[in-house]
Protein backbone atom coordinates (compact mmCIF):
# COMPACT_ATOMS: atom_id res chain seq x y z
CA UNK A 1 0.00 0.00 0.00
CA UNK A 2 2.66 2.12 0.64
CA UNK A 3 4.43 1.62 -2.34
CA UNK A 4 1.58 2.13 -4.58
CA UNK A 5 0.96 5.84 -2.51
CA UNK A 6 4.73 6.39 -3.63
CA UNK A 7 4.52 5.45 -7.11
CA UNK A 8 1.23 6.57 -8.14
CA UNK A 9 0.87 9.58 -5.81
CA UNK A 10 4.22 10.85 -5.92
CA UNK A 11 6.15 9.44 -8.76
CA UNK A 12 3.06 9.60 -11.69
CA UNK A 13 0.86 12.26 -10.65
CA UNK A 14 2.16 14.36 -13.29
CA UNK A 15 1.98 11.84 -15.45
CA UNK A 16 -1.86 11.14 -14.78
CA UNK A 17 -2.36 14.56 -14.96
CA UNK A 18 -1.64 14.75 -18.49
CA UNK A 19 -4.82 12.15 -19.02
CA UNK A 20 -7.32 13.79 -16.98
CA UNK A 21 -9.83 11.38 -18.79
CA UNK A 22 -8.09 8.02 -18.02
CA UNK A 23 -8.69 7.71 -14.22
CA UNK A 24 -11.34 9.06 -12.07
CA UNK A 25 -11.10 12.46 -9.89
CA UNK A 26 -10.55 11.49 -6.04
CA UNK A 27 -13.94 13.30 -5.51
CA UNK A 28 -15.33 11.04 -8.16
CA UNK A 29 -13.50 8.10 -6.70
CA UNK A 30 -14.40 8.64 -3.29
CA UNK A 31 -18.35 8.01 -3.61
CA UNK A 32 -16.52 3.94 -4.44
CA UNK A 33 -14.65 3.90 -1.51
CA UNK A 34 -17.33 1.98 0.55
CA UNK A 35 -17.42 -0.68 -1.89
CA UNK A 36 -13.33 -0.93 -2.19
CA UNK A 37 -13.52 -1.38 1.36
CA UNK A 38 -15.72 -4.01 1.00
CA UNK A 39 -14.04 -6.00 -1.60
CA UNK A 40 -10.97 -6.21 0.07
CA UNK A 41 -12.76 -7.52 3.36
CA UNK A 42 -14.05 -10.30 0.88
CA UNK A 43 -11.09 -10.97 -0.43
CA UNK A 44 -9.32 -11.13 3.54
CA UNK A 45 -12.31 -13.77 4.49
CA UNK A 46 -11.55 -15.70 1.04
CA UNK A 47 -7.94 -16.04 0.98
CA UNK A 48 -8.16 -17.13 5.05
CA UNK A 49 -10.71 -19.45 4.17
CA UNK A 50 -8.36 -21.22 1.48
CA UNK A 51 -5.40 -20.94 3.65
CA UNK A 52 -7.38 -22.72 6.55
CA UNK A 53 -8.50 -25.41 3.87
CA UNK A 54 -4.89 -26.41 3.38
CA UNK A 55 -3.54 -26.25 6.79
CA UNK A 56 -1.84 -29.80 7.47
CA UNK A 57 0.62 -31.73 9.78
CA UNK A 58 3.09 -30.87 7.07
CA UNK A 59 6.22 -28.59 7.02
CA UNK A 60 5.46 -25.01 7.19
CA UNK A 61 7.27 -24.08 3.90
CA UNK A 62 5.48 -26.87 1.61
CA UNK A 63 2.46 -25.47 2.85
CA UNK A 64 3.22 -21.48 2.12
CA UNK A 65 4.27 -22.55 -1.51
CA UNK A 66 1.30 -24.02 -2.18
CA UNK A 67 -0.95 -21.39 -0.54
CA UNK A 68 1.29 -19.02 -2.28
CA UNK A 69 0.57 -20.83 -5.78
CA UNK A 70 -3.36 -20.33 -5.08
CA UNK A 71 -3.39 -16.76 -4.37
CA UNK A 72 -0.98 -16.01 -7.30
CA UNK A 73 -3.27 -18.41 -9.54
CA UNK A 74 -6.36 -16.69 -8.28
CA UNK A 75 -4.82 -12.83 -7.98
CA UNK A 76 -1.84 -12.15 -10.22
CA UNK A 77 -3.08 -14.75 -13.45
CA UNK A 78 -6.09 -13.22 -13.85
CA UNK A 79 -5.26 -9.83 -13.60
CA UNK A 80 -2.15 -9.99 -16.08
CA UNK A 81 -4.29 -12.32 -18.44
CA UNK A 82 -7.12 -9.59 -18.72
CA UNK A 83 -4.67 -6.44 -19.61
CA UNK A 84 -2.61 -8.30 -22.17
CA UNK A 85 -2.98 -8.77 -25.77
CA UNK A 86 -3.81 -12.51 -26.52
CA UNK A 87 -1.41 -13.61 -29.27
CA UNK A 88 -3.56 -15.84 -31.42
CA UNK A 89 -6.79 -12.72 -32.34
CA UNK A 90 -6.89 -9.53 -33.05
CA UNK A 91 -10.69 -8.90 -31.69
CA UNK A 92 -9.64 -9.21 -27.73
CA UNK A 93 -8.41 -5.62 -28.23
Known amino acids: MIGDFLIHSLLLI?????LPDLMR???GAQKYLPFMV???VIMAGAFAWIYS????????LHQGL?????VA?????PTYRSTTRCSRCRECW
Open 14 to 18: NDYAL
Open 25 to 27: TGV
Open 38 to 40: LAH
Open 53 to 60: QGVAAKPW
Open 66 to 70: RYGKA
Open 73 to 77: LLTVV
